[in-house]
């Protein structure tokens, strides 16, 4: 029987969360249902007075948050950690404000911290030879790609001697990371299981208008993906990998590849590992997620997702193209084995499994693989939520799937 002294206060708990958090995130929101294309908040001087707002609202926001998650019926998840339940609020309310603020990193143009890990790569010459189909725009013109090596540059004369991963991040095509703090996660995580001796974090062009949006992200990964061929590196021993958007991109690029091999002659990789890919992406990106069926619970909130749709996919949308863009009930028969993974409690979950069970029934090695309670990109969030066991267990599944062997020689 439940304790009804128990009930009452975490009743009053979850008001006074309301009471302090509610102001915090109901700005973003609103505004997206007001305005999704032109948020008030993103221009001067409304955007230094939102961050203002924002920063000191943090800290009410934090304690409410903590106060509320003490219960786990309280929490998304009643079978979510703490941990997991507050790193899930914080991100979503970060979220939100880079949403509402359009606050887009801006890429890291120069070696920095990074030093001689950094690499600019020039479009290939000439670039119509390479980037064909859907990659050719007038408006969007090939572009140098920047990005970084792990855990050192790969040098050409070593070339054919080392397992390479190509990794592509996401932020729903709009928001860029610091690429060193990633790569040296991911190129471990690497490392670790297949004994990849090289990963190199691909900075492709974030969505910001007609100039940079699809395929711009595309040009950028097949470039890489020519330059570290071109190097020396052998297919069999490339990868790709990406998560989110990411996941997304690399899915676009192994298609890519396989479709316009007779004219671009560039070889196929030795497999793709896809996370949390979007797969479905619309003009009506928000509502969508607002309807599914995780999304209440997951930390992606529906402004960011409608931003990211509305940046990346250009005004017009040709049959040819729309594949690449949205994958999902587009499906074709590769020869790459691909792997597949979604936790069981985010909103994209049930489109990534439906995707791949389309690949799958189009005769593709396709391996669609869920971590039960795992939220959105557990890639790049299993150190933070304590599921670094659980990806651990998928990445090996993946290398599987591809054929590496951590114990065999390249």
Known sequence: ?????????????????????????????????????????SSQPYKALYSVFFTLKLPFFVTATLIQYLFPSARPHPEWSLKMAFVGAYLKAGFEYQEATRNQQAPQLTPGKVGDRFRTIQPPEPFSRILVGPCESAAVIPKPVTGCWWPSPLRQEDAKDQKVVLYVPGGAFVLGWDIDVIVKDIGATMARHAKATKTFYVQYRLARDQGSCFPAALQDVVTVYHHVLSLGVKPENLILCGDSAGG????????????????????????????????????????????????????????????GAEAYL?????????????????????????????????????????????????????????????????LLLHGYVGSTAELDKVIADGFDLIGWDPDSPV
């Open 314 to 378: 250009p005004k017009h949308v040709s049959p040819e193209v729309a594949p690449f863009l949205s994958p999902l009930h587009r499906p074709y028969k590769s020869s790459v084995p691909i792997l597949v993974h979604a936790g069981t409690v985010e909103g994209l979950h049930d489109q990534a499994e439906e995707f791949a069970s389309e690949m799958a029934a189009a005769g593709s090695p396709v391996r669609f693989r869920s971590t039960k309670l795992s939220p959105h990109d557990l």
């Open 1 to 41: 029987m439940a304790n009804p002294l128990l009930s009452r206060s975490e009743e009053v708990l979850r008001y006074f969360y309301i009471a302090l958090s509610l102001p915090f995130l109901g700005i973003g929101r609103l505004k997206y249902h007001l305005s999704p294309s032109t948020p008030r908040w």
């Open 248 to 307: 997304s991109l690399v899915l676009a690029a192994v298609r890519y590849l396989e479709t316009y091999q007779s004219r671009t002659g560039l070889p196929l990789p030795a497999g793709v590992m896809s996370f949390s890919p979007w797969v479905h992406v619309t003009r009506d990106a928000g509502h969508e997620w607002t309807a599914s069926s995780n999304s209440d619970k997951d930390y992606l909130p529906a402004a960011l997702l409608q931003w």
